[in-house]
């Protein structure tokens, strides 16, 4: 895999560098009061730097494109699926990375354990064959190589994306309900809930759909930077060049727990009408962009079958 980080400027190359501290710092401070084995003998195997700055497409321009600016996207390996747990060990790194300062650009990040990362290559999981041809290793503890993949065939791939491309009628189906939510007051935090539930399936059908692969994760901040790296015209799904736009945006990503169980959540008419219709756009979008893909795996596969 590459190492080179030379197509990045040094400022970047500096933030980097500062992240992969933080990130072994926060690591081994979750590790330091167990007493499991799997603990005291867990290891950050890999830091790999993915997505648009490994590919040197990334956009950092927060004045145009509606206020767009892509994340640093990494994936850490672990030598243990135990260490993947979120809550457990990487929370208080999110946390930190957020706040951190001389760290301009925003972090996004992914654990899996070294197995399960060379069992996907070994299913061909596109996702995890990309970053291995693309990826930069910021740091690794050893030089084992990730498992050589096995790209499926191109029938393969279109079956396995079209089951995939199926999971958009959950998106719809909670826009519906989320929308009926909305005619009545006391059901303002279902229709949020319910619109939390809608922008999420929607990025994970299409991660699925064009990747085969979606984190197991309820951050739609998240979600949709992986999704916006994948296709940049879903950027303009979500405005970013009002602040009160954001601010909705950033009370549906809270939504999945606030929504629920909170006594504080609150949410307006206005900001659930104006989301429940950028959903709809999103999920036309999400629709149109993997149609389009599938379309094209069909083709090649009756090509292959000539």
Not at 290 to 303: G, I, S, T
Request: proline share 3%.
């Amino acid at each position: 895999m590459k190492t080179n980080l030379d197509h990045l400027p040094h400022r970047k190359q500096r933030e980097l560098a500062r992240i992969v501290e933080v990130l072994h710092e926060e690591f081994e401070d979750a590790l330091k009061e167990g007493t499991a084995d799997f603990k005291k003998l867990g290891r950050i195997l890999k830091i790999i730097l993915f997505g648009s700055y490994a590919r040197g497409t990334w956009v950092d321009e927060p004045h145009t494109r509606k206020g767009y600016k892509s994340d640093y996207d990494l994936l850490i390996i672990v030598n243990n699926r135990k260490l993947t747990d979120f809550a457990a060990y990487w929370h208080k790194a999110q946390d930190r990375l957020l706040r951190l300062q001389g760290v301009e650009t925003p972090v996004s990040f992914i654990v899996h354990s070294r197995r399960e990362v060379n069992t996907a290559l070994r299913e061909g999981r596109y996702f995890f064959v990309d970053i291995r041809k693309d990826g930069i290793v910021l740091y690794e503890l050893d030089d084992e190589p990730l498992a050589t993949p096995k790209p499926l065939s191109p029938a393969d791939e279109y079956e396995t994306a079209r089951r995939h491309f199926v999971r958009i009628q959950r998106a719809i189906n909670a826009l519906k309900l989320a929308q009926t939510a909305a005619t009545e007051s006391v059901m303002f935090n279902d229709s949020a809930f319910l619109l939390h539930q809608a922008i999420e399936h929607s990025y994970a059908t299409l991660l699925l759909t064009l990747t085969n692969y979606s984190p197991p994760s309820h951050n739609l901040k998240h979600l949709r930077q992986l999704a916006e790296d994948r296709d940049q015209r879903l950027v303009d799904v979500w405005p970013r060049d009002r602040q009160r736009h954001n601010a909705w945006f950033n009370i549906i990503n809270e939504a999945y727990v606030k929504a629920r169980y909170s006594d504080h959540y609150e949410i307006t008419q206005e900001a659930l009408d104006w989301l429940a219709e950028r959903v709809g756009d999103l999920i036309a979008q999400v629709e149109h962009l993997c149609k389009d893909h599938l379309d094209r795996l069909r083709v090649e596969a009756e090509n292959r079958s000539d």
